[in-house]
């Protein structure tokens, strides 16, 4: 255990996000995402799984460590529902308050589209898979650059 990280940011991801640079990208990805296969074209070559996890806690445990590029318009990505993209279920809610209180301030989730989310996610740099069973609970986060001291 290390004291001040957050008990879910296991080996496997802290060396992910780690090893990210500026403007890489990660994915956190509910359980019915087709992790497994779409993770095999990213950085890391398979999923890393935080199982039994919901979309909100994997995302604030992600963002207590990562911070979100500011030089971005929309770091902070959604899958949109399909056939109604206006449309942002609960999941996504919990979500984006967790972003909300991670940077400070409201920090919108944009929606992408559903298939072009599954192609920007085979191109992330790591693809975390949580237990979060609600549809819809998958989301893009581009990495920004720690301020200076």
């Known amino acids: 255990m290390l004291w001040g990280i957050d008990p879910l940011l296991d080996a496997d991801l802290l060396y992910a996000l780690r090893r990210m640079g500026h ?4 994915a956190i990805v509910d359980a019915n995402f087709p992790a497994a ?3 095999t074209q990213t950085v890391t070559g398979q999923p890393i799984v935080m199982g039994g996890v919901s979309a909100a806690r ?7 460590v990562m911070p979100l590029d500011t030089f971005v318009p929309d770091p902070a990505l959604r899958m949109e529902v399909a056939g109604d993209p206006v449309a942002v279920p609960a999941v996504q809610q919990e979500v984006q308050a967790a972003i909300d209180r991670a940077v400070g301030r409201r920090q919108p989730l944009v929606g992408i589209e559903r298939f072009a989310f ?10 975390v ?7 819809y609970g998958c989301f893009l986060f ?8």
């Open 23 to 26: 403007g890489d990208e990660i």
């Open 37 to 39: 296969s779409t993770a």
């Open 58 to 64: 994997a995302v604030e445990a992600v963002l207590s």
């Open 118 to 127: 599954y192609d920007r996610a085979a191109e992330a740099f790591a693809i």
């Open 129 to 135: 898979v949580t237990g979060e069973r609600r549809h």
């Open 142 to 149: 581009k990495k920004g650059v720690l301020p200076e001291e």
